[in-house]
Each structure stands twice: as structure tokens, then as C-alpha cells.
């Protein structure tokens, strides 16, 4: 499976940004699905995490209320919608797509993406 991540940039603190994760390869089987961020300097953090349907989403404290992640299996497609932006959330964003038990966990993830930089100026 490889997964290729777009959508990252530059924006204002307050503005918006909708990253999107593209599978391609063995889609057939599905995979649950997350999105790590490394900021500089530190280590890398789970962002948001999806089950294989799309039903249930699960958050980092820090982006609850802010960001939102989605999937379109018919597309092969994970989407983190990003909203409010600050400062802080400067990193590179990276999916994930894995069959390990803890979203959470970057063990539990498989196949990983090269990754996509978001800057946010304040």
C-alpha cells in the first residue's frame, strides 16, 4: 500500500487547511487509518485516527473541536479537515494505515506516507 498525503501549507493562525491522504496498491483490504504530526524537534504525536468504515473517529485532546478526520473508501481517500490553526500545530503531517489495536500507536500502523509540511504563522 502506498499512501501520498497532500493539502499541506501555509496559512494564518485562525485559518483552515484540509489534508488528504491518497491509498493506492492493495486497497482491497481495508485498513484503519490515522494522522501523526512531527514539529521540529520533537517527537512524532498522534493526531486522529479512523476505523476501517469510517463510523468511529478518534482525537488527540489538542485537536478536539478543530480538526476532523474522514475517509471516502470509494476513493481510497483519508481527509484531515483542519480548522482553527495555530501556531503550534507547525509540523509535518503524516497518514498512517495499519490493522494494530491502539490508534494511538504508531506501532500499530503498517504503511506510512512521506508526509505533508503545514506552517502556520501567527
Known amino acids: 500500500v502506498q499512501l501520498v498525503e497532500s493539502g499541506g501549507g501555509l496559512v494564518q493562525a485562525g485559518g483552515s487547511l484540509r489534508l488528504s491522504c491518497a491509498a493506492s496498491?492493495?486497497?482491497?483490504?481495508?485498513?484503519?487509518m490515522g494522522w501523526f504530526r512531527q514539529a521540529p524537534g520533537k517527537e512524532r504525536e498522534f493526531v486522529a485516527g479512523?476505523?476501517?468504515?469510517?463510523?468511529?473517529?478518534y482525537y488527540a485532546d489538542f485537536v478536539k473541536g478543530r480538526f476532523t478526520i474522514s475517509r471516502d473508501n470509494a476513493k481510497n481517500t483519508v481527509y484531515l479537515q483542519m480548522n482553527n490553526l495555530k501556531p503550534e500545530d507547525t509540523a509535518v503531517y503524516y497518514c498512517?494505515?495499519?490493522?494494530?489495536?491502539?490508534?494511538?500507536?504508531?506501532?500499530?500502523?503498517?504503511?506510512w506516507g512521506q508526509g505533508t509540511l503545514v506552517t502556520v504563522s501567527s
Open positions: 498512517a494505515a495499519g490493522d494494530g489495536t491502539y490508534y494511538f500507536m504508531g506501532e500499530s500502523y503498517d504503511y
Open positions: 496498491g492493495r486497497t482491497d483490504s481495508r485498513y484503519k
Open positions: 479512523i476505523s476501517r468504515s469510517g463510523t468511529s473517529t
